[in-house]
């Protein structure tokens, strides 16, 4: 009965025992490959990290087995997996005529694909982030950036959008879209981004 | 039965402050899925606010497709039984932290700001794996 107990044990174990897998896709234009580290599950350093296109790793705890794997991995294993990730966000830069909420006329013109977009989207929700540029001090482009987008939310919830699905947000100088020394006026950097999500 | 699980979560999001609370949102649902946050078990539809700790869970048919405010997005396959621990995110800064446990299941993961933030700022954790998440796309599977 123990010696039986000896052999059963360790099987059922192993019956058990969960295994885990990483494949890494390939990127595309917009996107990296990138990496992605396996690590020791006790003391979080590297064991080893996965970096090529289409590589499986297997993985238990710190022992890794990579190999890479040729053809359309992708679509034909996890097609309907990667049918179901939404839709990458989309991003839209509007400007504004100095010292005003008014926006810029080529701004104006992209509102309607905005609101499109915002529509087309199951369960969206829509950020938008104010910047400014270097003039000033960080503190204050923070409250300005901020302010900026509160202004563009309430813009929004007046073209019918639901203010439970908005977000406002301000990055101050902190993504300048052209790079300028500091205290330097720019209208191409005083901007507010909406990212439809 | 939905009823009754969906009028306390609308109740939760209205008291929340919604800024603090809001790490993402469903965008996909299919089949049988659901969101465990304590002891409820709120039916996953497009739209619905996720926070910190919430369990995304399918059944066998189950599917589910999650945007978060980083930008990250996820693609939960059947029969998956994924923990959001941990997610912390500043706006202005675009840091945070980001814990994710896939206790079974499938899960396609595309990278987002958190994890461009810093090394290790965004973590996927399975029951034999510990992974350190650069801004990638990736599948992490857990069978037994």
Redesign the interface.
Known sequence: MKRLAFILIPLILAG??????????P?DGE???????????LT?D?VAVV?TANSEAK???RSVTTHVITGDIAKSR?G???A??????KSFTLYFKPNSLDLIDQSQAELPALLAEVKR?????V?V?GHTDTTGSEVLN?ELS?KRAGEVATMFQKLGLDS??I?A????E?ELKEQTADETASEVNRRVEV?V? | VIQRFVLPAVLM?GLAT??MA?IG????A?GGALVERGTQKIPA????VLEQGDTLVTARDG?????F?D?T?????PNSRIRLSEFQFN????RGKFVTNLD?G?L?V??GQIAKSE??AM?V????????????????????
């Open positions: 058990c025992q969960k295994r885990s897998a990483l494949l890494l896709f990127g996107y990296p490959t990138g990496a992605v580290a396996i690590l020791d599950p979080g590297d970096d993985i238990a705890g996890y309907t997996l990667l179901n990730l939404p839709d990458a966000p989207r199951a369960g969206v929700d950020e982030v923070d901020q439970t699905i977000r947000v301000g990055r101050g902190r990212v999500r | 999001a919604p800024a809001d949102r469903i965008k996909i299919t539809k497009p739209g619905l599917r589910m497709g999650v945007t405010i930008n997005r996820f693609s939960a396959g706006g202005t800064t675009r079974r499938l396609a595309v990278a090394k290790n973590k954790q399975t029951p034999t794996a510990l992974l350190g998440v650069g801004r990638a796309r990736f599948v992490v599977k857990v069978s037994s």
